[in-house]
Structure formats: structure tokens, C-alpha cells
């Protein structure tokens, strides 16, 4: 039995899908975090269970060959970047096998994945990025990210992940907070101001939102604050004001007040043009978004004269990209803005074949259904949590020709597929969508099982 506090020398045998190395003390797993396989380590042992224990990297006395050397000074403490310390082909890698682990492990498939498709330049990709405000231990005003699992945020003036402008924009309203003494909120007493800092941008158009998240109102520097931003960054053509006066992990509150310019900015998928405002859901990887469309579309193999469900649509933008090829598309969405956002998305793009209804798609397909409206194609993009048992019925009930299954969360991808009696895996596509990161986007082709 392995000991708290003691040290050990040791070899690592694999990775967790959180990127967490594990190697072997006696025959007890020891969970590493920045050790990789085939690494001779000096670990020490922080927390031990019934099962398992923690170790803490003291040196790497044989390091591997996919290791790289670390840049950022925060990405321990984030989190934000746990695969960091690998090379970029070796992150790649993992997330196949990530992929492929859990349809042998949940699913009990032993199926062929491709490998991941990355990004030719894997930095500054995201168009969205949330700072949350605080003060330092000495009273400065500090914006950052919050360390792993807590609510402490870790002060910090470049990330290689956020766009460029984000990074520069977000430490000149940091100075301007300091030096106009704005009162920033405090979570445990809930006094003062400024929550948060929201930036959005898009590459293809280089419009740029800035977002102050406030606890109320009444906000006496306003116009000096747009004054600034405006000076630091003239591509800024929209400053908006959200207030949110609860005592919430929830970033953003209900109400948004327009500072200056307009009250969204316009952003592309490939053709298809989004009006993004404060609220409103964008994927944060523009460039590997359309990568990951553009292969559900090709799964999908529509013909023209399809009948195709996209469930759990979202804004409608996998949606759009289908309705080019099908004959008609029913979106399903939960969250009612996004629905209004699918619509508004549809007409804007002159897309007249999609129609969108609000609703969980286990009682809206199941209503669809019984109408007689069948689908030939379903595309499935459902939240980390997978798709309902009842949808898959329904699915099932109604022998669509084939199944496109995008998903974020490897282990409820291989639960659900599993689920689907009657229907062969043709194709497995992991995308990285977020760089760095252990999470890992799937687009996975499912077909019919033709019958004598």
C-alpha cells in the first residue's frame, strides 16, 4: 500500500482522458498530473483512497519523446491547457485513442476512428473569452481565469488560446479599472461592480463586442470607459453593459444595455453568416467549427430529396449547412432564444427549407412522428450528457436510413451508439476543436443495417 507523503520512483504506463499520468505502485494506480508514458519519475504522494492515489511530479528522470517544453506560466493553475506540456502531433494522438478507449470500454465495439483532424496553427483560436475581475491579496484590480475547480482566479496577461486582440484589449480595461478606482464585485460579500469581462471577435470580419458584466446598473464611468476602449481598439464596434444581480455561478444576467454601436456582431461558418449577440451560443472555433460541419455534412451523403431531423440544434447552424443539401430540415432545440437565433439565422442566409421548433427533442421527435413526418437522416448534437433514452426509441422506431452523432463527451458517444440495435458504425472523425485542452469533438457515421 502506497503512503501519503512518501516518494517513489517509478515508471508511467498510460494517460486518463483528462490527460492525468498513471503509473503503478505496487500494483495501486497513482494518478500523475504533467507525467507522460514511458517517463521514469520521482512523484510523491499527496492523497490516497481506497482505489487510487494522487501524485505530485517532484522529476522526470527519463522524459518521453512527445514532451515539450512548457511556455505559459499560468497553464498549471487554470487548467484551461492541461495537454500543454505534449507536442501538438502527440495531442492529436491521444484524443483518438481517447475516442477509440471508450467505444471498447462503454460501447464494447472494437471500431476503427480516423485520425483526429487538427488545426495547422493550434494558438489564438478562440473568438470568445470571459475574465472574470477580482482583487489581488494588496488590493489590485486583476482579471484572469479561475484555477482549476475553484473560484480563485489566476492572474493573467497572455494566453496563447484567446485571439490576440482579446489578450491586448482585456489588460487596457484592466488599467482603466485600476486607475479610475471602479469597484469590482466580491463574491463572498457581494459589494461592488464589475463581475466580469466578456470579448468577442471574429476573424473573418474582425468586428469586435466588448462585454462589462455588472452588478447593477448605475455605472459612473460609463462614458469614460467607452471613451477608452474606443482609443485602445478601434475595431470595437459594439460596448455593452450586462447586468446580473444575483448571487449565481452563471456569468451573465438577463438584462443587456447597448453602450455604443450595435448590439451584435456578425461572425461566419464557412457561407453562413450569425448575428452573435451578448447571450447568444457561437461555437469558440470558427475555423474548426466549419471542419466539423462540413464532415457531418459529408456523412450525412444527402441527395436533395431528405427529410432530415437536426436535434439539439442550438442557433441553427448545422442546420444550415444541411438544408443546402436536403429537401427539408426540422430543427430541435430546448433553449428558446436559440431557437429565435435558428430562425432569424435561416432567414438571414435565405435558407426557406428548415423549420425549427422548441421543445426537448424526446418529446418534440416523438410528437413529429406521430404526424407522420419521418426523417431519412437524423443528426444528433446533444449536450455532454448524451441523448435521452426515449429519443433513441423514437429513432429507432422510425429506421431513419442513417444517423450522424456529433459529440463533445467521448463516453456518452459510445454509451448511446451502443444503444442503437440494428445500426453499423461506419465512420469514426475525432476534430480538435479545443487546442491543448483534453476535451475532443466526434463526428460519428452510423447506418443502417440492410436485411435479406
Known amino acids: 500500500m502506497v503512503e501519503k507523503n512518501k516518494e517513489y520512483v517509478t515508471e508511467v504506463l498510460d494517460l486518463t482522458h483528462e490527460g492525468l499520468g498513471v503509473a503503478k505502485v505496487e500494483g495501486f494506480a497513482v494518478f500523475v498530473e504533467g507525467a507522460l508514458p514511458r517517463e521514469q519519475i520521482r512523484m510523491k504522494i499527496v492523497k490516497v483512497t481506497k482505489n487510487f492515489a494522487y501524485g505530485k511530479l517532484l522529476e522526470i528522470l527519463e522524459p518521453s519523446s512527445k514532451r515539450r517544453p512548457v511556455t505559459c506560466d499560468t497553464f498549471k493553475k487554470c487548467g484551461g491547457c492541461a495537454l500543454c506540456h505534449m507536442s501538438y502531433p502527440a495531442t492529436l494522438e491521444f484524443k483518438r485513442k481517447v475516442v477509440r478507449d471508450s467505444f471498447l470500454r462503454i460501447g464494447h465495439r472494437d471500431v476503427a476512428v480516423e485520425e483526429t483532424i487538427g488545426m495547422e496553427e493550434p494558438y489564438f483560436y478562440r473568438n470568445k473569452v470571459q475574465f472574470p475581475v477580482g482583487l489581488s491579496a494588496d488590493g489590485k484590480v486583476i482579471t484572469g481565469f479561475y484555477a482549476n475547480r475553484t473560484h480563485d482566479i489566476v492572474s493573467v496577461n497572455d494566453c496563447s488560446i484567446q485571439s490576440r486582440i482579446a489578450n491586448k484589449l482585456i489588460l487596457n480595461i484592466r488599467e482603466f479599472l485600476r486607475e479610475n478606482k471602479v469597484p469590482i464585485y466580491d463574491e463572498k460579500t457581494q459589494t461592488g461592480l464589475v463581475r466580469h469581462v466578456i470579448i468577442r471577435n471574429s476573424e473573418k470580419t474582425g468586428e469586435v463586442m466588448v462585454i462589462l458584466v455588472t452588478k447593477e446598473e448605475a455605472f459612473a464611468q460609463k462614458e469614460a470607459f467607452v471613451s477608452f476602449v474606443l482609443e485602445k481598439c478601434s475595431k470595437v464596434v459594439s460596448i455593452m453593459q450586462n447586468i446580473n444581480p444575483k448571487n449565481t455561478n452563471v456569468i451573465l444576467g438577463e438584462k443587456n444595455i447597448r453602450l455604443y454601436g450595435k448590439d451584435t456582431i456578425k461572425d461566419y461558418i464557412g457561407e453562413f453568416s450569425f448575428n452573435i449577440s451578448p447571450n447568444s451560443f457561437f461555437q469558440v472555433n470558427a475555423r474548426q467549427t466549419e471542419v466539423l460541419y462540413r464532415k457531418a455534412l459529408e456523412f450525412a451523403d444527402l441527395s436533395g430529396n431528405e427529410t432530415v431531423f437536426d436535434l439539439y440544434c442550438g442557433i441553427g447552424s448545422i442546420s444550415l449547412f444541411l ?128 436485411t435479406l
Open 323 to 450: 438544408a443546402k443539401k436536403a429537401k427539408r430540415v426540422y430543427g430541435v432545440e430546448v433553449v428558446k432564444p436559440a431557437v429565435q437565433n435558428a430562425k432569424e439565422n435561416a432567414k438571414e442566409n435565405g435558407i426557406t427549407n428548415a423549420v425549427f421548433y422548441c421543445g426537448k427533442a424526446e418529446e418534440v421527435v416523438p410528437k413529429l412522428y406521430s404526424e407522420g413526418i419521418r426523417a431519412d437522416v437524423v443528426v444528433v448534437d446533444p449536450p455532454r450528457s448524451g441523448c435521452d433514452k426515449v429519443l433513441i426509441d423514437t429513432i429507432l422506431e422510425m429506421k431513419p436510413k442513417k444517423i450522424v452523432y456529433v459529440s463533445c463527451n467521448p463516453g456518452t458517444l459510445a454509451r448511446d451508439v451502443a444503444a442503437l440495435e440494428g445500426y453499423e458504425v461506419k465512420m469514426v472523425q475525432p476534430v480538435d476543436m479545443f487546442p491543448w485542452s483534453f476535451h475532443v469533438e466526434t463526428v460519428v457515421e452510423i447506418c443502417k443495417v440492410e
